[in-house]
C-alpha cells in the first residue's frame, strides 16, 4: 500500500464559458500529499483553489492530467464510481457547513453511513453518537436541526459527518469562512488534534494565514499554479499605474464631467433646477474640470 | 451493496421528504390540496356515473324483468287479442299492453300513457300514489297524474284536466290520484299522465289495438327462444330485447361517463401543475443540498428519489383526502340534482374507484415530479454546491 493520499499529476484545467471563450483555472499542477499530513493551500479567491479541491474530491474532473487518491487512479472512473469512491473515501467540510437542513444533527452524521450501505440504522446511529461526542457536540443538540444550532456547532456536525466513513481523506474549504474567530480557531484546533491522533489525512483551501498555519506543510496558489513558497506578488498588490493609463481614464473622465453640464443646462431650461443651485453645481465641474486639464495639458 | 441497503436508503430519504413537508406546511397544504380537488372531482364524478348506471339497469330489470317489448310501425297497430297468444307460449310469465302517446298540457309537453290498470305499477317502477287513488280496471275516462304536474298547475284529485293529445286534439279527464316514481328511465322532466288502455283506446279511436306488448321472461336462458317464436308468429313486429335496450343505454352512459371523466381529467391536469410547481421549487430550494449530497456519495438516483418521494407523499395525501372529500361530494351532488331536477340519484361508493382514486393521484404526482426531479438529479455536483 503506498503512503501518497493524494497524487496530482500535471493537471489542467479549462472551463468553457461560451464557444470561444475559455478559462485556464489550473495551470499545471503537479501535488503530492503523503498519508497522515496536514496541508493547506492559499490562495485569494480566484486562484483556482477551489477548483483544485474540487478536482482532488473527484467533484470534477480535470481536462488534462492524472488524479490519484488514496492509490486508485480516478480520473477515468464512471460518474457512478465517482460516487461511491467518495462516499467511502473522502470526507467534505464546507464554508457554509451544507447540512442537510430537514435533518438534524445526529441524521445528518448518519446519512453518509446510511448511503455506503456498510452499516444497519442502529449501528449508524451508535456510530453517529460517538462521532459527535468525538467532535464535542453536546448530547442535547443531537436531535437539534442545523437551524437551530449555532455556527460551531454546525461545523462540529459537519466534521463528525466527514469523517463517517473513516475517510481517506478530509477536503476543507475555508471551513472557519462562517465563523468568528474564537469558534473557527476551536474547529481547526478540533481538526488539529484528529491529524496527530489519528492520523487521519486533511487539505485545507482557505485565504487566512492563520487557518493556513496550521497545517504542517502550507502551498500556495496563484492563478492556477501551485508555489511551496509564498510568490512574491502575493504578498504586495501593485497600484502604481503608469502614465498612459492615467491619461486614458481622465481623458475619458473629462467627456463625461463636460456632458454633466450640458446636462444641467437642459436642466435648467426645463426649469427643472433654480438659477442659483445651477450655478454652484456648474462651479464644481468647473473645478474638477480645471485639475485634470492642468494633468493632461502637462501629460502632452 | 444490498436490496435491505438500497431500502434503508429509500427509507432515510422518505424521512427527508416528510420533515421537508411538514417544515414547509403551507406550500404542501396548498399542493395537497390542489390534488385532492382533482382527485375529488373524478370521484364523485364517477360515482354519479356508476350511480346512474346501476339504477338504469335495475329499472330497466325491473320493467322487463329478463324480457322484450313488441311494438308494431305507427301509434297503436298492435292487434290487442295477440295477448292471449304470446302469455300461452312457454317461459312468458305475464304479458300486458300499452299504449304510450304525447300531449300537450300549460306546462309544456307529457306523456299520456295508457295501460291496463293492474299493471300500472309493473310499468312505471316505484310507482306510489300519494294522493287519492289509482284507477279501477273498467274504469273511464280518469287519470292519474305525477306529482310535478299537480304542483305546477294545482290540480289534484276531483279536479278536471284537459290534454291536447298529439294527432287527436283536446280531451278533458277527471283526477283521480297524484302519484309518483322514483324512475329516470321513463320520463326526466315531462310529466306522466296515466289512465286506463281502454280510455286510451278510445282516445285514440283504435279499439283492440295497443302501442306495444310488454313481454316478461320467467328464465333468462330462453329469451333467445321466445324472441324466435314471437317473430315467427308476428313477422312484422319491431321486437326490443331489454339487453337491446341496454346495450344502447350503456352506450349513452359511457358518452355520458367520458364527459365526466373529462371534466374531472381538467382538474387533475391542474393538480398535476402544481406537483410540479412545488417540486420545481423544492429543487431550486434544496440545490444546494443536491450538491452536499453527491458530495458525500449520493448517486444521481438517490437525488430523484429524495424528489420523487416528496412528489409521491404530497400526491398519495391529496388521493387519500380527495376520495374522501369526493365521497362527501357525491351526496352533494344528489341532493342538487334533486333539487334541480327532482331525481333522486343511487348512489354507489365502489372501492374500485376509490381505488382508482389513489392510483391515479400517485402516478400523476410521480410524472409531474419526474421533470424537476430529473432535472435536479442531474445537476452539476459543483455547480450545485455554487448554487446561491
Request: proline share 3%.
Amino acid at each position: 500500500m503506498s503512503n501518497i493520499a493524494v497524487e496530482l499529476k500535471n493537471v489542467i484545467k479549462i472551463y468553457k464559458l461560451a464557444p470561444g471563450i475559455e478559462i485556464e483555472a489550473l495551470k499545471g499542477i503537479n501535488l503530492k500529499v503523503n498519508k497522515g499530513e496536514y496541508i493547506s493551500i492559499m490562495g485569494p479567491s480566484g486562484s483556482g483553489k477551489t477548483t483544485l479541491l474540487n478536482i482532488i474530491g473527484t467533484m470534477d474532473k480535470p481536462t488534462f492530467g492524472r488524479v490519484i487518491i488514496d492509490g486508485i487512479d480516478v480520473t477515468d472512473m464512471s460518474e457512478k464510481e465517482l460516487s461511491d469512491f467518495r462516499c467511502n473515501r473522502i470526507g467534505y467540510l464546507f464554508q457554509f457547513f451544507n447540512l442537510i437542513s430537514t435533518l438534524n444533527a445526529l441524521e445528518n452524521v448518519m446519512l453518509p453511513m446510511i448511503l455506503s450501505g456498510k452499516y444497519t440504522e442502529k449501528e449508524a446511529q451508535e456510530r453517529a453518537i460517538k462521532l459527535l461526542q468525538l467532535v464535542g457536540v453536546e448530547e442535547k443538540i443531537f436531535k437539534n436541526r442545523p437551524v437551530q444550532m449555532s455556527g460551531g456547532e454546525r461545523q462540529r456536525v459537519a466534521l463528525a459527518r466527514a469523517l463517517a466513513n473513516e475517510p481517506a481523506i478530509i477536503l476543507m474549504d475555508e471551513p472557519t469562512g462562517s465563523l468568528d474567530t474564537a469558534t473557527g480557531a476551536r474547529v481547526m484546533k478540533l481538526t488539529k488534534v484528529l491529524n496527530e491522533y489519528l492520523n487521519q489525512t486533511f487539505i485545507v483551501v482557505t485565504h487566512n494565514p492563520s487557518v493556513a498555519m496550521i497545517a504542517n506543510k502550507m502551498f500556495y496558489i496563484r492563478d492556477g499554479r501551485i508555489f511551496e513558497n509564498p510568490p512574491k506578488e502575493l504578498l504586495s498588490f501593485d497600484i502604481a499605474m503608469d502614465e498612459k493609463e492615467k491619461y486614458s481614464l481622465l481623458s475619458s473622465q473629462l467627456k463625461i464631467l463636460k456632458h454633466s453640464i450640458y446636462l444641467l443646462e437642459e436642466r435648467l431650461k426645463r426649469g427643472d433646477i433654480s438659477y442659483n443651485s445651477y450655478n454652484e453645481t456648474k462651479k464644481k465641474i468647473a473645478e474638477q474640470i480645471d485639475k485634470i486639464e492642468i494633468f493632461l495639458k502637462g501629460a502632452k | 451493496m444490498s436490496l435491505i441497503a438500497q431500502l434503508r436508503i429509500i427509507r432515510h430519504f422518505l424521512k427527508l421528504s416528510e420533515r421537508d413537508i411538514v417544515i414547509r406546511k403551507g406550500r404542501a397544504i396548498l399542493t395537497i390540496l390542489g390534488i385532492t380537488i382533482g382527485i375529488a372531482t373524478l370521484v364523485s364524478l364517477m360515482s354519479v356515473g356508476l350511480g346512474m348506471r346501476q339504477q338504469v339497469e335495475e329499472q330497466l330489470n325491473e320493467l322487463l324483468g329478463a324480457g322484450m317489448m313488441l311494438q308494431g310501425s305507427s301509434t297503436a297497430d298492435v292487434p290487442e287479442i295477440i295477448l292471449e297468444n304470446v302469455k300461452s307460449i312457454n317461459y312468458v310469465s305475464d304479458a300486458y299492453p300499452v299504449i304510450i302517446m304525447i300531449g300537450q298540457i300549460k306546462t309544456g309537453a307529457c306523456v299520456f300513457l295508457g295501460v291496463p290498470a293492474e299493471q300500472i305499477k309493473n310499468y312505471l317502477t316505484g310507482l306510489q300514489i300519494l294522493e287519492g287513488r289509482g284507477f279501477y280496471p273498467e274504469e273511464e275516462n280518469v287519470i292519474v297524474i305525477q306529482k310535478m304536474v299537480s304542483e305546477r298547475l294545482n290540480l289534484h284529485p276531483g279536479d278536471f284536466m284537459t290534454i291536447d293529445i298529439e294527432n287527436v286534439g283536446k280531451r278533458t279527464f277527471k283526477i283521480v290520484g297524484v302519484f309518483d316514481v322514483g324512475t329516470v328511465v321513463v320520463a326526466g322532466q315531462i310529466g306522466i299522465i296515466a289512465t286506463n288502455i281502454k280510455t286510451a283506446q278510445k282516445v285514440l279511436g283504435r279499439e283492440g289495438y295497443v302501442s306495444s306488448i310488454i313481454v316478461r321472461v320467467s328464465d333468462r336462458s330462453k329469451v333467445d327462444y321466445i324472441e324466435k317464436i314471437l317473430k315467427e308468429m308476428f313477422p312484422n313486429a319491431r321486437i326490443t330485447k331489454q339487453e337491446e335496450i341496454l346495450k344502447r343505454i350503456n352506450s349513452i352512459m359511457d358518452i355520458i361517463n367520458g364527459v365526466l371523466i373529462a371534466i374531472a381529467s381538467i382538474s387533475l391536469l391542474v393538480a398535476g401543475l402544481s406537483i410540479m410547481n412545488t417540486i420545481m421549487m423544492v429543487v431550486r430550494e434544496r440545490t444546494r443540498e443536491i450538491g452536499t449530497l453527491r458530495a458525500i456519495g449520493a448517486k444521481r438516483w438517490h437525488v430523484l428519489a429524495i424528489f420523487l418521494s416528496e412528489a409521491g407523499i404530497l400526491s398519495l395525501l391529496g388521493g387519500i383526502f380527495g376520495c374522501i372529500l369526493g365521497i362527501i361530494g357525491v351526496y352533494f351532488i344528489r341532493e342538487f340534482i334533486q333539487q334541480l331536477i327532482r331525481i333522486q340519484l343511487l348512489i354507489v361508493i365502489s372501492p374500485t374507484i376509490l381505488a382508482y382514486g389513489i392510483i391515479i393521484a400517485i402516478t400523476i404526482g410521480l410524472l409531474a415530479g419526474f421533470q424537476p426531479s430529473w432535472k435536479g438529479a442531474n445537476i452539476r455536483p459543483i455547480e450545485a454546491l455554487r448554487y446561491e
